[in-house]
T-cell receptor, first 107, second 115 residues
Framework: KNEVEQSPQNLTAQEGEFITINCSYS?????LHWLQQHPGGGIVSLFM???GKKKHGRLIATINIQEKHSSLHITASHPRDSAVYIC?????????FGKGTKLSVKP | GAVVSQHPSRVICKSGTSVKIECRSL??????MFWYRQFPKQSLMLMAT?????????EQGVEKDKFLINHASLTLSTLTVTSAHPEDSSFYIC???????????FGQGTRLTVV
């Protein structure tokens, strides 16, 4: 079992839909990251969380430390949100990455 | 699946010396390599993007003369931290792209400590 599990693996949505991507982990962490990777490979760091909730524009990230679970929400999704979203946890000085969720938002 | 090997995983060096970090794609040709840095309790930050055979593109605020990136082949990229200082102590990670997919193939990361 992977230490960081994301679901779903693939997600197709219509423009305007509310989207949720989930991340569960099984190790002790100091922080959880949500990353966005666009075609071509470049990665943008969206959030770093150690507790609670963070919001940036249409993106919201939450984390429940007790349940070892985090969610990334996208409100009013847009085709430009199409990308791979990666959950990564900082654990004992290392970064452990989830396999990513490929999101396609159709116009 | 595709494998990217990053070496060394940990390195401690003296202030003023140079350190080279290697990132190898073991079973695919990496046309693009990305180098990231993460300071303690901070998000992962892209440092530079390199394409095989051409000069790296550095992000704003990253000193190109200090962080030398070489991507001379389709399977190897190196990051050299020159004249390292304690403030360069960080976690460095590479990722490789094939140019044909959106998948990310990451190295294991290198924890650099400059004393």
């Amino acid at each position: 079992k992977n230490e960081v599990e994301q679901s779903p693996q693939n997600l197709t949505a219509q423009e305007g839909e509310f989207i949720t991507i989930n991340c569960s982990y099984s190790v002790g962490i100091s922080a959880l990251h949500w990353l966005q990777q666009h075609p071509g490979g470049g990665i943008v760091s969206l959030f770093m969380l150690s507790s609670g909730k963070k919001k940036h524009g249409r993106l919201i990230a939450t984390i429940n430390i007790q349940e070892k679970h985090s969610s990334l929400h996208i409100t009013a999704s847009h085709p430009r949100d199409s990308a791979v979203y990666i959950c990564a946890v900082s654990s004992q000085g290392n970064l452990i990455f989830g396999k990513g969720t490929k999101l396609s938002v159709k116009p | 699946g595709a494998v990217v090997s990053q070496h060394p995983s940990r390195v401690i060096c003296k202030s003023g010396t140079s350190v080279k970090i290697e990132c190898r794609s073991l079973d695919f040709q990496a046309t693009t390599m990305f180098w990231y840095r993460q300071f303690p309790k901070q998000s992962l930050m892209l440092m530079a993007t390199s394409n095989e055979g051409s000069k790296a593109t550095y992000e704003q605020g990253v000193e190109k003369d200090k962080f030398l990136i070489n991507h001379a082949s389709l399977t190897l990229s190196t990051l050299t931290v020159t004249s390292a200082h304690p403030e360069d102590s960080s976690f460095y990670i590479c990722s490789a792209g094939t140019g044909y997919s959106t998948e990310a193939f990451f190295g294991q990361g290198t924890r650099l400590t400059v004393v």
